[in-house]
């Protein structure tokens, strides 16, 4: 029997692997030697850049040629952090669940993934075209040497990627609730406003930063950014800090600072938008340094074929019509959509960066049952 059926093992071999970013721990040599095994072809390839640490990253491909459905994901994980009641790295089953950091994001998917490809070759059914897997180090990290780069590598070796599904921890609660087909841009703000330090009692010799700053923090949050779209939801901005640093009562400090996250919807592009929050701040006024990086644009892959497909296998195996939605943080699906169609769909994502992290035992075997029905079905009508 073919060893690689079973999605519990090669989860719970995953999740022993301590891939916390960006160190693999061997997690990516257990995928390689599980998909040479299954008769993929692997590529393996470490990219790096200055200021950021290498990172070792998996392309695999099953057959050469029809359309390339694609599986991308990544095999790092956040740290384990403090509370929990199980080894986080023991990939311990108690009762129907499995334990362990990367169970839900995103050990758990790609084990199923797998399982899937492998029960598809054991039953001896022959693909018309080809399944690939895209498997990256660097999600959970800054995301610079991972799938942006794998995606590139591709290019310049004319390997195409016709469609993609991404395992993310999609559903709110339970499988089948949620398939994304889009994600919010991010922005991410560092606000320095300069003044005048002083002594409390003399206010007039100085010129106080922080007053300056609530005001520009509130002409930044004080009305709606916009009212969102048919599948995206209003954008926001939610401040994530304000610093001083100043452990004196009797002093006026010389500046004041401020971090802000901006979730936006594509009304607005990262262009657009840090036009408005510069033009924002230059009508409160004063001396500021503002710092802005776009780590990533709004898209959206418009309901069709692929969303079709995806829907349908969900519902088949679950009974539930999934919600096409595009909420939620960033993932590298951001960077997938300039190479093909993309959307994603995974596990419940409730206990995902948590302490006792952990998936049941029936979603981990209704994932791969759908995840086949998706390859298969990818095989029979390729959704372009």
Known sequence: MNPFTDPLALAQALIRCPSVTPNDAGALDLLEDSLEQLGFMCWRETFSEPGTPDVDNLYARFGTSGHNFCFAGHSDVVPAGEGW?????????????????GATDMKGAIACFIAAMARI??????????????????EEGPSINGTRKVLAWLKDNEETIDSCLVGEPTNPSRLGDMLK??????????????GI?????????????????LRMVTALTSRPL??????FQPSTLEISTVDVGNPATNVIPATARANFNVRFNPLHTGESMSAWLRRTLDEVGGSYQLDLMTSGEPFQTAPGALTTLVSQAIIGVTGRTPVLSTTGGTSDARFIKDTCP???FGLAGQTMHKADERVSLTDLEQLTT?????IESA????PC
């Open 85 to 101: 009641s199980v080894d986080p790295f023991g990939g311990q089953v108690i009762g129907n669940y499995l334990f362990g950091r």
């Open 121 to 138: 070759l054991a039953s001896g059914t022959d693909l018309a075209g080809s399944v690939s897997l895209l498997i990256t180090g660097d």
């Open 181 to 194: 087909i889009g994600r919010r841009g991010s922005l991410n703000g560092r606000l320095l406003v300069h």
């Open 197 to 213: 330090g002083g002594h409390t009692a003399y206010p007039e010799l100085a010129d106080n930063p922080i007053l300056r700053l």
């Open 226 to 231: 916009d009212e969102g779209t048919e599948h």
């Open 342 to 344: 993309v959307v994603e």
């Open 370 to 374: 759908i995840y086949r029905r998706i």
């Open 379 to 382: 095989m029979l009508t390729p």
